[in-house]
């Protein structure tokens, strides 16, 4: 069966750390996505990657950076966290055959408080 | 530009009625793919069911199916037999034709099911 794990479902810590959200997916997916979450805003698209270390800036980049050294895993960096990093992120993975067809897979998510 | 528009904030439907979530979308691309995705309270992203642009049958998935009407860009979800386990966050979904499998997504239905 498909799975994504993200490492962490609640995580909180202070302005100014440098915070790591790590995502692995079991599928051998070419695709990975990190979103944000925020009420009222749906999923904003932050980065992705089509390849091992490729990456591509999506909707909000600002503030953050990934890093994918193996296929399998692809983690989000927030450089100096900020109180207006606080949301929920959510990982996803996807094939990138297929064109538009393919669906992307969720992880559970991580809920991160910026203090 | 591509958007995904979901004008109901929230519904409410009685156990074992149909629910109709409503989805419009906006693209100039020939080929997209249409996705419904489910979030309960817990925060994982389930995928519910997919329709391609050029799809003549609408999709159907065991109780969920999607109402796809091309001339009028618009891809409602109907949800049969509503049971409480339905009770959720809905978020319709639009990948565009040749790209990475990024997906725009709308800012979601929060639907209730009554006992």
């Known amino acids: 069966d498909v799975k994504v794990t993200q490492s962490s479902r609640y995580l909180v810590k202070r302005t100014g750390e440098k915070v790591f959200l790590e995502c692995v997916q079991d599928m051998d997916h070419e695709n990975m996505f990190w979103y944000r979450q925020d009420p009222g805003l749906g999923l904003r698209l932050i980065y992705f990657?089509?390849?091992?270390?490729?990456?591509e800036k999506g909707d909000i980049p600002e503030g953050y950076s990934v890093s994918r050294e193996k296929k399998e895993r692809f983690s989000l960096i927030l450089e100096s966290a900020s109180t207006n990093q606080t949301s929920m992120y959510l990982c996803a993975s996807s094939l990138r055959i297929g064109g538009v067809n393919q669906p992307q897979h969720f992880g559970d998510g991580t809920r991160l408080s910026i203090l | 530009a591509q958007k995904i528009t979901q004008t109901q904030p929230g519904m409410f439907v009685q156990e074992k009625e149909a629910v109709t979530l409503d989805c419009t979308y906006d693209?100039?691309?020939?080929?997209?793919?249409l996705f419904w995705y489910k979030q309960p309270s817990s925060g994982e992203m389930i995928f519910l069911i997919y329709q391609g642009s050029y799809d003549e049958q609408n999709a159907t998935e065991g109780r969920y199916s999607l109402n796809f009407q091309k001339a009028r860009k618009s891809a409602n979800l109907v949800i049969s037999a509503s049971q409480l386990g339905d009770s959720a966050m809905y978020f319709c979904?639009?990948?565009?034709?040749?790209?990475?499998?990024?997906?725009?997504f709308g800012k979601g239905t929060k639907l209730s099911v009554k006992p």
């Open positions: 979904a639009m990948k565009r034709g040749g790209s990475q499998g990024n997906l725009i």
């Open positions: 990657s089509y390849d091992v270390k490729m990456k």
């Open positions: 693209t100039s691309d020939q080929s997209y793919g």
